[in-house]
């Protein structure tokens, strides 16, 4: 049997996420923003040379018994960034673009994102190179327990706490969570988080993403002193962040006016109803057909006339074509990295206010730290009292990021990372260097 056994089928299941690879080398494109933030930071040499390399780096191979009897032996990561802070935090992906240099991206971009919501986590990011949409559940399950047994050393409430990612959900997270426990001979829920409910999953993390945009966006209209009601939003992506802001934040009273998913966008400069669009796309699976709006393209959505533009599918999608084309005032990032590096130049001289992805999004990861406490106390809140710590959390880390930009009179990007990388260096210097 060849590895050939295993390619990429034209049925990967959330296709929209693999596209990070596109930028040449993900680590360090990231780690040009850390850079700036760190220079302006004065940031101690060896701290900088501490904080630019991850601690942990685990390779595993991962045979599996495929159906037909047969043997695949896939391979497998679980990146350790940091963990100054606490138990190492990040998704675990299966898909055929994962590589190492990827999984360290996304490992290192969790520390920052942990740290700008203050959450007492460091981060962490683990992927295996398969293609499970060409596998059976049995062969997904059978690949997700050996990958757990594989690095099961690294794995533990105190030390490193998967959950979903790419072409993952909440019942791979259940058979990590059996394994681990299997090995440790008694139930440990706190392990990993994006559970299903009924094994410790926590009230409102599916809307958790959503929710958090819709909390920075009413902030960052506050702060530029424009009206929440009637407001113009355009979404693009109407998954799970995507739709959910659009709903949030039309029952706040703004007007969504247009929202896309991969067959297109539609567009109602009256606003639309967006209880309707659900109902169409509960029907039709996707936004096309839409009749209470006019056709456009994902392209057109992004320079719409609107008051606030909401990427929450894809990355790289406001590029340095179109940045400046983009009327928005405000762009709430709601997906991971979708604008680059030099459209944020542009954005920046227009002077629109981004509400940058790792602020924007940290809802779920926060809802993820909610779950976490919950396992390990054993007592779980009502979904009001998630909410509103989330809001409180999201609320406060906004007023925090903006802060820190104006004092260093830079975007709220550097902003955000400033501040993150100062609360982890922070816990390097109180620790000091071990041996
Ligand atoms: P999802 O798969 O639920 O939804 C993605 C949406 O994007 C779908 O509506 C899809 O049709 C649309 N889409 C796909 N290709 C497109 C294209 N070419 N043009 C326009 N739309 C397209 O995914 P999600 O969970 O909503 O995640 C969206 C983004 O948010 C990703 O960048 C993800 O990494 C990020 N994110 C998600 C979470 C979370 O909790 N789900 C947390 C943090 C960040």
Redesign the pocket.
């Known amino acids: 049997m060849t590895s050939t056994d295993v390619r990429p089928s034209q049925n990967v299941m959330?296709?929209?996420?693999d596209t990070f690879l596109v930028q040449e080398n993900p680590f360090e494109e990231m780690m040009s923003r850390f850079d700036d933030a760190a220079k302006r930071l004065n940031l101690e040499e060896g701290l900088y040379k501490i904080l630019r390399m991850p601690e942990k780096q685990i390779i595993v191979s991962v045979p599996v018994l495929r159906d037909n009897g047969s043997v695949e032996v896939y391979t497998g990561y679980r990146v350790i960034y940091n963990t100054s802070r606490g138990p190492a935090k990040g998704g675990i992906r299966f898909d055929m673009q994962v590589t190492l240099e990827e999984v360290k991206a996304l490992a290192a971009w969790m520390t920052w994102k942990c740290a700008v919501v203050n959450l007492p986590f460091g981060g962490a990011k683990g992927g295996v190179i398969c293609d499970p949409s060409g596998m059976s559940n049995a062969e997904v399950e059978r690949l997700t327990r050996r990958y757990t047994s594989a690095i099961i050393d690294t794995l533990g409430p105190d030390s490193d706490v998967p959950a979903p990612d790419v072409n993952t959900n909440e019942r791979v997270m259940a058979w990590v969570m059996d394994t681990y426990s299997m090995h440790k001979r008694h139930t440990v829920t706190a392990v990993v988080t994006g559970k299903p409910i009924e094994m410790g999953g926590s009230l409102g993390r599916r809307e958790?993403?959503g929710r958090g945009c819709m909390f920075v966006t009413r902030e960052a209209l506050k702060k530029l002193k424009m009206p929440l009601e009637g407001t113009r939003v355009a979404v693009?992506?109407?998954?799970?962040?995507?739709?959910v802001a659009a709903d949030l934040m039309s029952k706040e009273g703004m007007k969504i006016i247009a929202v896309?998913?991969?067959?297109g966008g539609i567009y109602n400069p009256n606003g639309l109803n967006i209880p309707d669009v659900f109902a169409h796309v509960k029907a039709n699976k996707?936004l096309k057909g839409y009749k209470d709006a006019e056709a456009i393209t994902?392209d057109e959505l992004l320079i719409l006339d609107c008051d606030v533009l909401v990427p929450?599918?894809?990355?790289n999608?406001i590029t340095a074509e179109n940045a400046g084309k983009i009327k928005a005032r405000i762009i709430c990032e709601?997906?991971?990295?979708?604008t680059t590096a030099a459209a944020d130049k542009i954005l920046n001289q227009k002077g629109v206010f981004v509400i940058p992805?790792i602020l924007a999004?940290?809802?779920?990861?926060t809802v993820s730290y909610f779950e976490w406490v919950q396992d390990r106390g054993g007592y779980f809140w009502d979904e009001e009292t998630v909410n509103s710590r989330l809001e409180k959390i999201m609320v406060r880390s906004f007023e925090e990021v903006t802060t820190m930009a104006e004092k260093h009179t830079v975007d709220n990007r550097i902003g955000a990372y400033m501040l993150s990388i100062e609360r982890v260096a922070a816990v390097h210097r109180l620790r000091g260097m071990y041996a």
């Open positions: 959330r296709p929209d996420k958790a993403t693009q992506g109407f998954g799970n962040v995507g739709s896309s998913d991969k067959t996707f994902n929450a599918a894809l990355e999608v709601g997906a991971n990295g979708p992805d999004n940290a809802g779920g990861v």
